[in-house]
């Protein structure tokens, strides 16, 4: 095509996106002018107060980033896919601008699609071999929000690049600064698959470092919310992830997608019904993880109930009414079968010990006494002694302090489940008085969660997406499964990044205590951020991680790798960052746990700025622990002393592995000790 025949193509391009600008900008006026009328309008204070948040939140969906494109495609659909009347002129006819949000002109027409609109699919899954319609496929090149450029395929004409796209491999290589983005503009056939299942499907994806797993997931739920978002408005969607730092990481990405009220959490977080003071020997950790302690859990808990022991007679101010041992010992046996909660279950006895005095009364009055006379039945005292003797009240902090404080009542209750050894280890060697004083632990709050889950029942949430899912523990599973009854999950994660002393070695048990056995298990191999280079390093490691999962290989032909032995770590590190630096994008530094400290005091002494995750910065280099090092990336990584993060802890190469795979351009190798055999053969 002529210079100046693209020349004016691209200014029309740039025209239509200062037009969409203008027409974004115009919406959210109208969205605050009825924000700041609503409460003149509305009926009443409540309405008021709802249609306030409504619109606080609709003006918050608008906010222009004006460093982002509003949109990074367009379709040029062919005429059997035209949904509109052609023009006489036929230039517009079938072309949509695809962008991440909605975007229209005053008269309501569409200026950008949404990427998660039905017409968008087309964008993601056309190809040569199945236009879907299509004839052109245009890609858009920006730069801080201008753009630059663009490039076309003809997919009527069987034109197609595919990977090869320039403007496609330049975003995907796009220098990582600051939290993670989205990747609507670069999602491919098999991601966009997995995005648009149904609600009601639950998938497994297993994906390779750097195959963007997370961004399925995130894309999923912004493509969910979408769809159902009146459904999902109200029982919610939840992100659960492995630390707050990696939560952090992930952070902006719903927003910058305009989906602003999904909630995010740790697991540890989510069943967290007491503060952490304590801590657990690993050996206990494993056993409180172990999905039998759900047994050992529910046999404590319905071994409280005991048969009624003899009638009970209740009075009323005016007759002595008398329930008979038999009857009672019916209503409690008809009450266990039917399976209810513990809590349920005491409440429906109560409720019917006083419908059964209601039935007296009313043979002798004639009439139904009132319910303020049904409620004080409920609460006299041989009512309440009856309960408490056949159907005690407990909760859940109560129920496991006693298994952990009493051998006895845990010998009883393990008998064949656990072996003495494990019983041994679950009780505590100096047990607090009472259950305030008790410290619990991080392992402590699965089994305060299963307890939970016995005596009541936890609300249901539509959609979970669980993020880095290979280090949750059967009981974790048990927890979410409880929260997803009637919902649907997204579990993402890499069997060979499992560092958790319980990490999965297949999927297929996870599936099953997360209730959803059926589950499709999708592989992600094809790596869109780590470099060839770094994923061949990482590769040699997985013969020895003890898991069935299929090398991970890598588009990205331009990394660069160095591994090099060195005198002094200190300064060997503060040479190496110091050269990072020098490159466009993020540089993190990644260490043992208790190398760290002295690590970022050289950086510091050295004159080079260091940020923590707790408190980043952008332009300085983030001090990464390697147990925190999961699910997050960087331009340029400094891996320091493998020996020593292997060393650290039993799953030390399943760490490793994860450090090795956290850089999407540079990866840099430092160490004194020699490196792990398995990297060297």
């Not at 994923?535 to 299929?550: Q, T």
């Amino acid at each position: 095509m002529p210079s100046t025949e693209l020349d004016v193509q691209l200014d029309h391009e740039r025209a239509h996106l200062a037009t969409s600008r203008a027409a974004l900008h115009a919406m959210r006026l109208r969205a605050e002018q009825l924000y700041a009328s609503g409460a003149s309008i509305a009926g009443d204070p409540f309405a008021a107060e709802t249609l306030g948040i409504a619109l606080a939140k609709r003006v918050a969906e608008l906010a222009d980033d004006p460093s982002t494109p509003l949109f990074f495609g367009r379709l040029d659909l062919g005429p059997e896919k035209r949904l509109d009347p052609v023009p006489d002129d036929g230039a517009t006819a079938g072309r949509f601008h695809i962008g991440r949000r909605h975007v229209t002109d005053a008269l309501g027409e569409p200026l950008v699609l949404d990427w998660r609109a039905p017409v968008s699919r087309a964008f993601y899954r056309a190809s040569a071999r199945d236009p879907q319609g299509v004839r052109v496929r245009r890609r858009f090149g920006f730069a801080g929000g201008e753009l630059t450029s663009f490039e076309d395929e003809r997919l009527d004409r069987g034109e197609e690049l595919g990977t090869t796209s320039r403007i496609l491999i330049e975003e995907i290589e796009r220098p990582r600064v600051g939290p993670m983005r989205d990747i609507v503009a670069t999602i491919q056939p098999e991601q966009d698959e997995l995005v648009r299942a149904d609600l009601d499907t639950s998938i497994c994806v297993q994906g390779a470092p750097g195959t963007g797993k997370t961004a399925v997931g995130l894309h999923r739920a912004a493509y969910l919310l979408y769809l159902h978002r009146e459904r999902l408005r109200k029982s919610g969607v939840l992100i659960v992830g492995p630390n707050q730092a990696f939560l952090g990481y992930i952070a902006a990405v719903l927003p910058a997608l305009g989906e602003l009220e999904v909630k995010q959490s740790t697991i540890d977080d989510l069943i967290a019904r007491v503060p952490v003071r304590g801590t657990d020997p690993v050996a206990t950790e494993g056993v409180k993880h172990d999905p039998r302690m759900a047994t050992v859990l529910h046999r404590a808990l319905w071994a409280r109930l005991a048969r009624p022991a003899g009638p009970i007679q209740v009075s009323d101010g005016a007759y002595r009414w008398r329930i008979d041992e038999g009857v009672l010992r019916r209503l409690v046996d008809d009450v266990r079968r039917e399976d209810l909660p513990y809590t349920l279950g005491r409440e429906r006895i109560r409720a019917r010990t006083v419908a059964l005095l209601q039935r007296q009364a009313e043979s002798r009055s004639g009439e139904s006494p009132p319910e303020s006379w049904q409620r004080r039945m409920g609460k006299a005292r041989p009512v309440v002694e009856f309960l408490d003797a056949c159907w005690p009240a407990v909760t859940p902090e109560a129920l496991v302090f006693e298994l952990l404080t009493d051998p006895q009542l845990l010998g009883r209750a393990a008998d064949g489940v656990l072996t003495a050894e494990e019983q041994a280890v679950l009780v505590w060697p100096k047990p607090p008085r009472t259950v305030r004083s008790a410290k619990w632990s991080t392992a402590d709050l699965v089994l305060l969660d299963e307890a939970a889950g016995l005596l009541e029942r936890q609300p249901s949430v539509s959609h979970i997406v669980l993020d880095e899912a290979q280090d949750l523990s059967p009981m974790h599973c048990r927890a979410i499964a409880r929260r997803t009854t009637h919902g649907s999950i997204t579990l993402l994660g890499d069997l060979a990044q499992g560092t958790a002393p319980w990490a999965a070695a297949d999927w297929t048990e996870s599936l099953r205590h997360l209730g959803k056995p059926d589950a499709a298990v999708i592989p992600l191999t094809t790596g869109f951020r780590v470099p060839e280079a770094v994923v061949a390093l990482a590769n040699r490691l997985l013969p020895a991680l003890e898991v069935d999962v299929p090398p991970a290989v890598s588009l990205r032909h331009d990394g660069e790798l160095a591994v090099r032995a060195v005198g002094d770590l200190a300064a060997a590190v503060v040479d190496e960052v110091r050269a990072a630096s020098a490159y466009p994008g993020s540089v993190g530094l990644i260490a043992a746990d208790r190398q760290i400290p002295a690590l970022r005091a050289a950086l510091d002494a050295a004159g080079v700025r260091t940020a923590g995750l707790a408190d980043p910065d952008d332009g300085a280099v983030t001090v990464v622990p390697a147990t925190l090092a999961k699910g997050l990336e960087y331009d340029h990584v400094v891996v320091a002393e493998p020996a020593a993060i292997v060393a650290a802890e039993p799953r030390g190469l399943h760490r490793l592995y994860v450090c090795l795979t956290r850089a999407v351009s540079r990866l840099s190798v430092l160490h004194t000790e020699p490196l792990p055999a398995v990297l060297t053969s």
